[in-house]
């Protein structure tokens, strides 16, 4: 079957819509470098393709335009490698409602908010959303939510389903982030207006994932949705300085990490020993690196590799991921 456009967003496009923009959808904000592939899913095309190497736009441009495919577009063979490597088996559309409703259903206080489930499907709930009293439609739109190891990021926009890869149009979307949009839209008047309040809905909504091209693709997904929503209001695409804009916030929320690590993937190497006996510093051929002491103690503060960075973007500054965990 021939893969939605709309779904198997490519780089060749996005390349051409803005020539900077995939430089800053390949960032990564904590090593200074690019995102890196951190699977051996590509290796055998060549040294750039590395487990280890950076994701380069050359890598993933012109002939090799269509490298980067959502799980939908890859092989049987490497769908079932991706399973056994890194539990990769994404969750169709309505269990993402599903799990979003029964968060939303907290936050509100009552059920059936944005939708009503059906079997397997939902039915869009089309009046305006009400807000329970002592919470606003700001207090939605501000509240900072997650999707851990998020893969291609279904739980925070649904542009297609995963695991049918089937679109899905922008009113019977349910995301995080697409209930966020849905209500700025029903309470914003002017432009200027709603765009201050997508830019913080996107600057609330983060994600995290280990491989390199889910994590693109995760990316990717959140600026198109962008697009798609703007598009809706407006009737128009958005400037490139605002795509530059959205892909910044993007690329900062969306990152690559080692969630039982905090760490980027594999980036933790052997260090110094600390104290050599006498004898070993005379014995030449005795190794003078011990492995990582996080990954050897089990201890997260410990780790030799790079820890990963997120924007507080209240405070406007870099803050270690680390640092907001409880058992640090
Ligand atoms: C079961 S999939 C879920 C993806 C997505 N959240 C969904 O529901 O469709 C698990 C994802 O976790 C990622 N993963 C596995 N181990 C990880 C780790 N230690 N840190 C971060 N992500 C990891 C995999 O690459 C994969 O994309």
Redesign the pocket.
């Known amino acids: 079957m021939e893969q939605d456009i709309r779904v198997d967003i490519k780089e060749n496009y996005i390349k051409k819509l803005d020539d900077s923009l995939l430089s800053i959808l390949l960032k990564d904000h904590s090593s200074g470098s690019n995102i890196i592939w951190a699977t051996d899913n590509y290796a055998q095309k060549g040294f750039d393709y590395a487990s280890y190497e950076p994701i380069t736009i050359k890598a993933i441009t012109g002939r090799h335009g269509n490298v980067i495919k959502p799980r939908v577009g890859k092989s049987k063979k490497e769908q079932l490698h ?1 399973v056994k490597d ?6 169709p559309s309505w269990i ?1 409602n599903s799990q979003n409703n029964l968060v939303d259903n907290a936050w509100f206080g009552r059920d059936n908010v944005f939708n009503t489930e059906t079997e397997k499907s939902w039915t869009t709930n089309t009046e305006r959303i009400v807000f329970p009293q002592g919470k606003s439609w700001q207090d939605y739109v501000k509240a900072n939510r997650m ?9 925070l926009c649904s542009r297609y389903d ?1 695991v049918s890869g089937e679109w899905i149009e922008l009113n019977d979307r349910i995301g995080i982030l697409d209930r966020k949009i849905r209500v700025i839209n029903e309470n914003t008047e002017t432009k200027e207006d709603w765009l201050i309040w997508v830019q913080e809905a996107y600057k609330a909504t983060y994600g ?4 390199g091209d ?1 994590l693109l693709i995760a990316r990717e997904n959140l600026l198109f949705t962008f697009i798609d929503y703007y598009q809706g209001k407006f009737d128009e695409m958005p400037t490139n300085e605002l795509l530059q804009d959205m892909a910044k916030i993007i690329s900062w929320n969306i990152f690559q ?5 905090f760490v980027i ?1 594999n980036s933790c190497k052997p260090v110094p020993k600390m104290q050599q006996s006498f004898f070993d510093m005379i014995d030449g051929t005795k190794d003078e690196t011990e492995p990582c002491p996080g990954c050897e103690k089990g201890d997260n503060k410990k780790h030799s590799g790079i820890y990963c960075k997120i924007m507080d973007w209240q405070k406007k500054k870099p803050i270690r991921f680390i640092d907001l965990t409880e058992n640090k």
């Open positions: 991706r890194k539990a990769e088996v994404f969750t993402c999707e851990i190891s998020c893969g291609e990021a279904p739980y995963t995290f994932e280990w491989q889910s990490m080692d969630g039982l690590k993937p």
